[in-house]
């Protein structure tokens, strides 16, 4: 089977390739700019660079390479800047979108997109996969609009939702723990919300999910998350203590007293009993999680 994964030097980018050219599937890895992935010398991998939002350029790499799935987890994903820069977010998560749509038509590859519960508003929570989407921000609201677009497609494809990413960061890019790790170990404080309701998903899971939906040729909406119900407040004072970190340091806030460009909501959280049901989909504990994340302290 060959695959093609956008966004492939980003966080996800990582664990999927390791994941999928571990088991000796096809990976052209692409992102914008040079490799930043080790996996250079594992037979079944290779690597171009790819501005998704170059229309001839993507049908370029796409068509040459055709392969039978494409994994579209690139993306402008931090909400601040989409609300900053909205043209730019367009540009990147919908005309891209958009431009890797019409060249997996032209070879009928199959198409994985990877989205966010920033695609509902966060009045309900535990959203299930047929819930009405209404963003509260642009980043969301662009991400809608590319699920739309996937939707309605003629190909064979699927939508992965997931929430709050977690885990070790290996080409650089931080997510939550991380930040509380380093900051933490600075002695320095940091502010984390504690009305913002989540299901954090361990990175490892999340491919590992991904990679099944490919390998059954999954069709459909997916949510890939994880079970317990947490605020990032909770998982940052539970790093610091499985660290052994000083959690003084950690500052509660609320969402109206944390001022940021981009409106988050409140009460996400992702029912997964479908992926559980459909995908024999299992996800870490967040204890676990903490493990797999920093190791045994």
Same mark, same amino acid.
């Given at each position: 089977?060959?695959?093609?994964l +956008?966004g492939?030097?980003?966080?996800?980018?990582?664990?999927?390739?390791?994941?999928l050219?571990?088991?000796?599937?096809?990976l052209?890895a692409?992102?914008?700019?040079? &490799?930043?992935?080790?996996?250079?010398?594992? $037979? &079944?991998?290779?690597?171009?660079?790819?501005?998704?939002?170059?229309?001839?350029? +993507?049908?370029?790499?796409? +068509?040459?390479?055709?392969p039978?799935? *494409?994994?579209?987890?690139?993306?402008?994903g931090?909400?601040?800047? =989409?609300?900053?820069?909205?043209?730019?977010?367009?540009?990147?998560?919908?005309? !891209?979108?958009?431009?890797?749509?019409t060249? #997996?038509?032209?070879?009928?590859?199959?198409?994985?997109?990877?989205?966010?519960?920033?695609?509902?508003d !966060?009045?309900?929570?535990?959203?299930?996969?047929? #819930?009405?989407? !209404?963003? %509260?921000?642009?980043?969301?609201? @662009?991400? =809608?609009?590319?699920?739309?677009? %996937?939707?309605a497609?003629?190909?064979?494809?699927?939508?992965? /939702?997931?929430?709050?990413?977690? !885990?070790?960061?290996?080409?650089?890019?931080? $997510?939550?723990?991380? *930040? %509380?790790?380093?900051?933490?170990? /600075?002695?320095?404080?940091?502010?984390?919300?504690?009305?913002?309701i /989540?299901?954090?998903?361990?990175?490892?899971?999340?491919?590992?999910g *991904?990679?099944?939906?490919?390998?059954?040729?999954?069709?459909g909406?997916?949510?890939? &998350?994880?079970?317990?119900?947490? @605020?990032?407040?909770?998982?940052?004072?539970? #790093?610091? $203590?499985?660290?052994s970190?000083?959690?003084?340091?950690?500052? &509660?806030?609320?969402?109206a007293s944390?001022?940021?460009?981009a409106?988050?909501?409140?009460? +996400?959280?992702? =029912? *997964?009993?479908?992926a /559980?049901?459909?995908l024999?989909?299992?996800?870490?504990?967040?204890?676990?999680?903490?493990?797999?994340?920093?190791?045994?302290?």
């Amino acid at each position: 089977m060959k695959i093609l994964l +956008t966004g492939a030097n980003g966080f996800l980018g990582y664990y999927l390739s390791d994941l999928l050219t571990n088991a000796g599937l096809d990976l052209l890895a692409t992102s914008r700019g040079p &490799c930043r992935l080790p996996f250079l010398l594992r $037979n &079944c991998f290779a690597y171009r660079s790819l501005d998704f939002t170059d229309a001839a350029q +993507t049908l370029d790499v796409v +068509t040459s390479f055709a392969p039978d799935w *494409i994994i579209h987890a690139g993306a402008m994903g931090k909400p601040d800047d =989409c609300e900053l820069q909205p043209a730019l977010a367009h540009r990147i998560n919908v005309d !891209g979108t958009a431009h890797l749509l019409t060249a #997996a038509k032209q070879i009928q590859a199959k198409f994985c997109y990877i989205s966010t519960d920033f695609v509902f508003d !966060g009045v309900s929570g535990n959203y299930k996969e047929d #819930a009405m989407r !209404g963003s %509260v921000n642009y980043y969301g609201l @662009t991400k =809608c609009k590319a699920e739309e677009m %996937v939707e309605a497609s003629s190909l064979h494809w699927s939508i992965v /939702r997931t929430v709050l990413v977690y !885990g070790k960061p290996m080409t650089g890019r931080s $997510n939550l723990l991380s *930040i %509380v790790q380093e900051k933490l170990s /600075r002695g320095e404080t940091y502010q984390v919300v504690n009305d913002q309701i /989540r299901t954090p998903t361990y990175v490892g899971d999340l491919a590992r999910g *991904i990679m099944t939906m490919i390998t059954r040729d999954a069709t459909g909406i997916y949510h890939l &998350c994880g079970e317990e119900v947490l @605020t990032p407040y909770d998982m940052a004072i539970q #790093a610091a $203590n499985y660290l052994s970190l000083d959690a003084s340091l950690l500052l &509660c806030t609320s969402t109206a007293s944390f001022k940021q460009p981009a409106q988050r909501p409140l009460l +996400t959280g992702l =029912c *997964i009993d479908k992926a /559980r049901h459909e995908l024999g989909f299992l996800p870490s504990s967040f204890t676990e999680g903490l493990k797999l994340t920093f190791g045994k302290v």
